[in-house]
Nanobody
Framework: QVQLVESGGGLAQAGGSLRLSCAASGRTFSSYAMGWFRRAPGKEREFVAAISRSGGSTYFADSVKGRFTISRDNTKNTVYLQMNSLRPEDTAVYYC????????????????????WGQGAQVTVSS
């Protein structure tokens, strides 16, 4: 099973930017579709963004579309979440997740689709 470690969280002002990274262990990172999720205080974990194995396909929740981008570097076993125009409602613990797949283009948006999860990174946006 792949091991995932997030980094890059922290405090930002509204309108600011942060970039999260998720480093994966192992030599088969390119066989995994990846996703980012978040859990705000008192709320359920929710989907944020997904990327296919190759990085050629991406998908975003409506709440972050146009503000966040997801990318990956398969040579570095790392997936990124670039967060721009941050809002106080983006405050949450952000988790990356991985699902091994044979499909080069599939992406997944449900927490139930991902068997592997990182420990989470706190993002706090002040108004």
């Amino acid at each position: 099973q792949v091991q995932l470690v997030e980094s890059g969280g922290g405090l930002a002002q509204a309108g600011g930017s942060l970039r999260l990274s998720c480093a994966a262990s192992g030599r088969t990172f390119s066989s995994y579709a990846m996703g980012w999720f978040r859990r705000a205080p008192g709320k359920e974990r929710e989907f944020v963004a997904a990327i296919s194995r190759s990085g050629g396909s991406t998908y975003f929740a409506d709440s972050v579309k146009g503000r966040f981008t997801i990318s990956r570097d398969n040579t570095k076993n790392t997936v990124y979440l670039q967060m721009n125009s941050l809002r106080p409602e983006d405050t949450a613990v952000y988790y990356c997740a991985a699902r091994q797949t044979l499909s080069g283009s599939n992406m997944y948006t449900s927490t139930y689709d991902y068997p592997a999860w990182g420990q989470g990174a706190q993002v706090t946006v002040s108004s």
